[in-house]
């Protein structure tokens, strides 16, 4: 009678762990988690946040810290003394730089008010002679432009591609990133990320923006509506050799841009969205800015294959009752 409550208080036990373990792990994937990415001309920014707790990723868990050197102690005494030497040395001094500099700074004053107002006038010089040249080029460029860019919608329609601009280099990054996750190599696919965030441009906008496009409808889809972007940002200044070159680029990554971002909003929910692109006619190279804000409870994500769990017991169980069958027919051949 004892041996049987101590087996029925050791299994009431084993339920009660098993319950509080099953609910720990519950509360843990029900837990929001917020992941944000910024990226300007020269700053990246990458954190996580789980619940309360916000974890900064990029750039201070990818990059090195070096080494403070120590600070050699001195000796307390001598530090006084020369504390003492040094004050009363630098008082003197104080008091004969604060008269000279009360009678030259009229003076300094004025010469810097002559300089500030001359280099004004050079400057605005300056730039009234560019801004007229540029004026002139042009008005000789656009009118080519428009033209070399009904060329090009022309030739889309008719099945010719318009020149990529799209970098195969950065959606290749990404495209490993992919493989490594199916291939459940997640180090492969943090040191890629690694370095396609570390070496994050213009072209790796562009690129997220072409794998956006292609993947929306098919894995984004699954456990899009389980997902919010609470913010998405993008900003491109787009340039080129010539206005003719800029405006066709600029009519390439809108083709890109804005049918991801339509396809996006179909499979997920968006709070926030915003797309600004400007064609720069005088800038020397292109230039980008990116917000990404997303949310999630990885709880969530399960729930699309929830309807998968009854499949696989009774697979289970088929197998079982097989393997049984195939053990007992051995058996009994022997």
């Given at each position: 009678?004892?041996f049987?409550?101590?087996?029925?208080?050791?299994?009431?036990?084993?339920?009660?762990?098993?319950?509080?373990?099953?609910?720990?792990?519950?509360?843990?994937?029900?837990?929001?988690?917020?992941?944000?990415?910024?990226?300007?001309?020269?700053?990246?920014?990458?954190?996580?946040?789980?619940?309360?707790?916000?974890?900064?990723?990029y750039?201070?868990?990818?990059?090195?810290?070096?080494?403070?050197?120590?600070?050699?102690?001195?000796?307390?005494?001598?530090?006084?003394?020369?504390r003492?030497?040094?004050?009363?040395?630098k008082?003197?001094a104080?008091?004969?730089?604060?008269?000279?500099?009360?009678?030259?700074?009229?003076?300094?004053?004025?010469?810097?008010?002559?300089?500030?107002?001359?280099?004004?006038?050079?400057?605005?010089?300056?730039?009234?002679?560019?801004i007229?040249?540029?004026?002139?080029?042009?008005?000789?460029?656009?009118?080519?432009?428009e033209?070399?860019?009904?060329?090009?919608?022309?030739?889309?329609?008719?099945?010719?591609?318009w020149?990529?601009?799209?970098?195969?280099e950065?959606?290749?990054?990404?495209?490993e990133?992919?493989?490594?996750?199916?291939?459940?190599?997640?180090?492969?696919?943090?040191?890629?990320a690694?370095?396609?965030?570390?070496?994050?441009?213009?072209?790796?906008i562009?690129?997220?923006?072409?794998?956006?496009?292609?993947?929306?409808?098919?894995?984004?889809?699954?456990?899009?509506?389980r997902?919010?972007?609470?913010?998405?940002?993008?900003?491109?200044?787009?340039?080129?050799?010539?206005a003719?070159?800029?405006?066709?680029?600029?009519?390439?990554?809108?083709?890109?841009?804005y049918?991801?971002?339509?396809?996006?909003?179909?499979?997920?929910?968006?709070d926030?969205?915003a797309?600004?692109?400007?064609?720069?006619?005088?800038?020397?190279?292109?230039?980008?800015?990116?917000?990404?804000?997303?949310?999630?409870r990885?709880?969530?994500?399960?729930?699309?294959?929830?309807?998968?769990?009854?499949?696989?017991?009774?697979?289970?169980?088929n197998?079982?009752?097989?393997?049984?069958?195939?053990?007992?027919?051995?058996?009994?051949?022997?």
């Amino acid at each position: 009678m004892i041996f049987l409550k101590i087996l029925f208080f050791i299994i009431i036990l084993g339920l009660i762990l098993s319950l509080l373990t099953l609910f720990t792990i519950l509360f843990a994937l029900w837990v929001k988690i917020q992941i944000c990415f910024e990226y300007e001309e020269d700053k990246k920014v990458f954190w996580v946040k789980y619940g309360l707790i916000r974890l900064k990723i990029y750039p201070e868990m990818f990059t090195k810290k070096e080494k403070k050197p120590k600070k050699v102690k001195k000796d307390s005494k001598l530090r006084n003394k020369l504390r003492l030497k040094v004050a009363k040395t630098k008082q003197k001094a104080k008091d004969k730089v604060k008269d000279i500099a009360t009678e030259k700074v009229a003076d300094i004053k004025e010469k810097k008010a002559a300089k500030s107002d001359l280099d004004d006038a050079i400057f605005i010089e300056q730039e009234e002679e560019r801004i007229a040249v540029e004026e002139v080029r042009l008005a000789e460029e656009i009118p080519k432009a428009e033209a070399e860019y009904k060329a090009a919608e022309t030739a889309e329609k008719e099945g010719k591609p318009w020149p990529d601009v799209v970098s195969r280099e950065e959606t290749s990054k990404l495209d490993e990133i992919k493989e490594f996750l199916n291939n459940k190599d997640f180090i492969g696919a943090y040191d890629t990320a690694k370095k396609f965030m570390s070496a994050f441009s213009f072209d790796s906008i562009i690129a997220l923006l072409s794998t956006i496009g292609d993947a929306a409808g098919k894995s984004i889809s699954k456990v899009g509506s389980r997902i919010v972007i609470k913010q998405l940002r993008i900003g491109l200044i787009i340039s080129g050799e010539d206005a003719a070159s800029t405006a066709i680029k600029y009519g390439r990554i809108a083709a890109i841009a804005y049918p991801s971002l339509g396809k996006l909003a179909s499979v997920m929910t968006i709070d926030d969205i915003a797309l600004d692109m400007i064609p720069d006619y005088l800038a020397i190279k292109d230039r980008g800015e990116l917000r990404l804000n997303v949310a999630f409870r990885p709880l969530m994500l399960f729930t699309p294959f929830m309807g998968m769990i009854p499949a696989f017991m009774k697979g289970g169980f088929n197998f079982y009752k097989d393997y049984k069958k195939v053990k007992k027919a051995k058996g009994t051949t022997t």
